[in-house]
């Protein structure tokens, strides 16, 4: 079991940055899948960014790339979130998937390959 904790998220105007974290116990050699998601309200969880810990491969969604990059550092898994607009409010959650499910070498971005979940940090973009 792979414990997960975010923390970073906060209110910004459009045009901001925000770093999110995530503390995790996944050990650095381990083959996972870790990712970013988001959900807003009424809508459905969607994934926006993966990180394959064995190779560094990583996807990106359309509706944040170039703008969110996803890293690792030791033990905690960060998303550098830039240029933030009003739509990229909502909750955000970290996630590992073990075992990995990869698609094209990257970690699919799928929530339901993802077995285990941080309790979520909130982002709110105003205009």
């Known amino acids: 079991q792979v414990q997960l904790v975010e923390s970073g998220g906060g209110s910004v105007q459009a045009g901001g940055s925000l770093r999110l974290s995530c503390a995790h116990s996944?050990?650095?050699?381990?083959?996972?899948?870790m990712g970013w998601f988001r959900q807003a309200p009424g809508k459905e969880r969607e994934g926006i960014a993966t990180?394959?810990?064995?190779?560094?491969s990583t996807y990106y969604d359309d509706s944040v790339k170039g703008r969110f990059t996803i890293s690792r550092d030791k033990n905690t898994l960060n998303l550098q979130m830039s240029s933030l607009k009003p739509e990229d409010t909502a909750m955000y959650y970290c996630?590992?998937?073990?075992?990995?499910?990869?698609?094209?070498?990257?970690?699919?971005?799928?929530?339901?390959?993802?077995?285990?979940w941080g309790k979520g940090t909130q982002v709110t973009v105003s205009s």
């Open positions: 990180l394959y810990t064995a190779y560094g």
């Open positions: 996630a590992a998937g073990l075992p990995p499910y990869l698609r094209g070498g990257y970690c699919t971005p799928d929530p339901g390959r993802f077995g285990n």
């Open positions: 996944v050990v650095t050699y381990s083959r996972v899948c």
